[in-house]
């Protein structure tokens, strides 16, 4: 028997024991009355934990969103945000494509650009020790790893198809951005392996880490095409040290000689009130460090704050960018989901640390997982007949478009897939929303003109038209509307 295949036969084996034992909660223990602060909604929010190992007190916790009209028609969605560490719930839902967003001051407004409005959305903070999710047991911090959390997620699915039984036929999709580039295509894969009735009909991955060096040494490409590094530094980026050989020295704490001077050169290009996740994007000022800027996870959406005589409310109050965008929704976030009265209202709770942050401080993430890829693992979904959707903001300079790009037209090739869209811009409310390419009807690449590496917070009514169309499973607009 294969490693993957005794993995897979171990899951199983622990989920079917997991499922013998009693659920935490039934739906209705986890129903949400009301947020603090919100304003009023029709549809129903459910939030709460589900545990994935009784023996080590090990829970994840979610939040569930029914769709805003019509949920028993619409299908199931599950989010998961990256980091490795970082929140779906704090990040996913509550800055980018839940229903409400912090307006500060305990108050939250409606996002007209929820995926909600097109399916009901599941939001999970995963692995435990990411923002409410927890182990009791602290020693399982030490070492967490993609297999790990492949797991845990699966045995939460189980679980919570337990409690929402009405869900466990409805068409399912898991999507995901960054470092969930793994988390998706991992689950995913474990899920078409099992034999275990989910109705999963696709995914889709934004500015997704798919493999590691193709992803990674699109950035100096990326830096010298939007002018934000000189042509001494592109030289020394393609023939000294590259972006890849950069990150793995972050990574793993090794050191390469040759990689000082273009670090050096890059620190000084790159100033600090610059966001290389947005970077047409501006920061948020802030007098406080953010809860949600973590130096040890690189592939966690990064917000940079500098040092100002500005008050942290008027960081709060600060709503700034060509779109509209609040650039400081991630510290508003924080100071919402930090009152004990809306932990209250999520049925949360704080196992082993006394508050919640958008990406861990106590996950202690193998990153050898890293520089796996799992571009294989999208291309044996394809084979296996379920949709997929590699899409990405061109504004993000970390997880550029451009490798992405390289990954799905290659993995097309090898599977001997023909181009059914040609490369074309796709259009939304009479603008080029970004541009697209269909293989064979069942793999799709497209880009979202003007998004970051958070497409739903940085363009979010593009997003949501992209969301919408794959949902769907139409092609997006070819051509300016009537």
Same mark, same amino acid.
């Given at each position: 028997?294969?490693?993957?295949?005794?993995?897979?036969?171990?899951?199983?084996?622990?989920?079917?024991?997991?499922?013998?034992?009693?659920?935490?909660?039934?739906?209705?223990?986890?129903?949400?009355?009301?947020?603090?602060?919100?304003?009023?909604?029709?549809?129903?929010?459910?939030?709460?934990?589900?545990?994935?190992?009784?023996?080590?007190?090990?829970?994840?916790?979610?939040?569930?969103?029914?769709?805003?009209?019509?949920?028993?028609?619409?299908?199931?969605?599950?989010?998961?945000?990256?980091?490795?560490?970082?929140?779906?719930?704090?990040?996913?839902?509550?800055?980018?494509?839940?229903?409400?967003?912090?307006?500060?001051?305990?108050?939250?407004?409606?996002?007209?650009?929820?995926?909600?409005?097109?399916?009901?959305?599941?939001?999970?903070?995963?692995?435990?020790?990411?923002?409410?999710?927890?182990?009791?047991?602290?020693?399982?911090?030490?070492?967490?790893?993609?297999?790990?959390?492949?797991?845990?997620?699966?045995?939460?699915?189980?679980?919570?198809?337990?409690?929402?039984?009405?869900?466990?036929?409805?068409?399912?999709?898991?999507?995901?951005?960054?470092?969930?580039?793994?988390?998706?295509?991992?689950?995913?894969?474990?899920?078409?392996?099992?034999?275990?009735?989910?109705?999963?009909?696709?995914?889709?991955?934004?500015?997704?880490?798919?493999?590691?060096?193709?992803?990674?040494?699109?950035?100096?490409?990326?830096?010298?095409?939007?002018?934000?590094?000189?042509?001494?530094?592109?030289?020394?980026?393609?023939?000294?040290?590259?972006?890849?050989?950069?990150?793995?020295?972050?990574?793993?704490?090794?050191?390469?000689?040759?990689?000082?001077?273009?670090?050096?050169?890059?620190?000084?290009?790159?100033?600090?009130?610059?966001?290389?996740?947005?970077?047409?994007?501006?920061?948020?000022?802030?007098?406080?460090?953010?809860?949600?800027? /973590? +130096?040890?996870? #690189?592939?966690?959406?990064?917000?940079? @704050?500098?040092?100002? %005589? =500005?008050?942290?409310?008027?960081? *709060?109050?600060?709503?700034?960018?060509?779109?509209?965008?609040?650039?400081?929704?991630?510290?508003?976030?924080?100071?919402?989901?930090?009152?004990?009265?809306?932990?209250?209202?999520?049925?949360?709770?704080?196992?082993?640390?006394?508050?919640?942050?958008?990406?861990?401080?106590?996950?202690?993430?193998?990153?050898?997982?890293?520089?796996?890829?799992?571009?294989?693992?999208?291309?044996?979904?394809?084979?296996?007949?379920?949709?997929?959707?590699?899409?990405?903001?061109?504004?993000?300079?970390?997880?550029?478009?451009?490798?992405?790009?390289?990954?799905?037209?290659?993995?097309?090739?090898?599977?001997?897939?023909?181009?059914? /869209? +040609?490369?074309? #811009?796709?259009?939304?409310?009479?603008? @080029?929303?970004?541009? %697209? =390419?269909?293989?064979?009807?069942? *793999?799709?690449?497209?880009?979202?003109?003007?998004?970051?590496?958070?497409?739903?917070?940085?363009?979010?009514?593009?997003?949501?038209?992209?969301?919408?169309?794959?949902?769907?499973?139409?092609?997006?607009?070819?051509?300016?509307?009537?």
């Amino acid at each position: 028997m294969g490693a993957q295949a005794w993995i897979i036969m171990v899951v199983i084996c622990a989920t079917f024991m997991q499922i013998s034992r009693a659920v935490d909660s039934s739906s209705v223990d986890d129903k949400i009355l009301s947020l603090p602060g919100q304003p009023p909604v029709s549809f129903q929010q459910y939030a709460g934990y589900v545990t994935v190992d009784e023996n080590q007190d090990r829970a994840l916790f979610y939040y569930f969103v029914e769709a805003e009209s019509d949920p028993a028609s619409k299908p199931l969605v599950l989010w998961l945000n990256g980091g490795p560490g970082c929140s779906s719930f704090g990040i996913g839902a509550f800055s980018e494509n839940g229903p409400f967003r912090p307006r500060g001051g305990g108050l939250l407004v409606r996002n007209d650009y929820s995926w909600n409005k097109e399916a009901n959305m599941l939001y999970l903070e995963s692995p435990a020790g990411v923002g409410f999710s927890y182990s009791a047991n602290q020693s399982f911090y030490d070492l967490v790893n993609d297999t790990i959390t492949a797991q845990d997620s699966y045995i939460f699915l189980q679980q919570w198809f337990v409690k929402f039984p009405e869900y466990k036929d409805r068409d399912f999709y898991i999507t995901g951005e960054s470092y969930a580039g793994h988390y998706v295509p991992q689950l995913a894969h474990l899920i078409a392996q099992s034999g275990l009735k989910f109705n999963l009909k696709g995914i889709a991955v934004g500015n997704a880490l798919l493999e590691f060096n193709t992803d990674l040494n699109s950035e100096g490409d990326y830096y010298w095409a939007h002018g934000l590094i000189s042509d001494a530094t592109y030289e020394l980026m393609n023939s000294v040290c590259n972006s890849s050989q950069l990150w793995r020295e972050s990574i793993t704490g090794s050191s390469f000689a040759a990689c000082v001077v273009v670090n050096k050169r890059l620190s000084v290009e790159f100033p600090n009130a610059f966001d290389d996740y947005n970077v047409i994007g501006d920061i948020c000022i802030s007098s406080g460090e953010s809860q949600l800027d /973590v +130096p040890s996870y #690189p592939f966690r959406p990064k917000f940079k @704050v500098s040092s100002s %005589t =500005q008050s942290v409310q008027a960081a *709060l109050d600060q709503t700034k960018d060509a779109g509209n965008i609040d650039v400081c929704v991630q510290e508003k976030s924080s100071q919402y989901l930090n009152k004990k009265d809306v932990q209250e209202a999520l049925h949360a709770q704080l196992v082993g640390v006394t508050r919640w942050t958008g990406c861990s401080s106590v996950v202690n993430y193998d990153r050898r997982n890293f520089e796996i890829p799992t571009i294989n693992i999208v291309g044996s979904l394809v084979s296996s007949g379920i949709r997929v959707l590699v899409y990405s903001g061109d504004q993000d300079s970390v997880i550029p478009f451009m490798g992405s790009r390289i990954l799905v037209d290659g993995l097309a090739k090898e599977l001997g897939l023909n181009a059914t /869209v +040609p490369y074309r #811009p796709w259009f939304e409310d009479k603008q @080029v929303g970004g541009w %697209t =390419q269909v293989y064979g009807d069942i *793999l799709t690449f497209a880009t979202i003109r003007g998004a970051g590496h958070l497409a739903p917070l940085t363009s979010p009514k593009r997003s949501l038209a992209l969301f919408s169309a794959f949902m769907s499973g139409k092609p997006l607009p070819e051509a300016l509307p009537n």
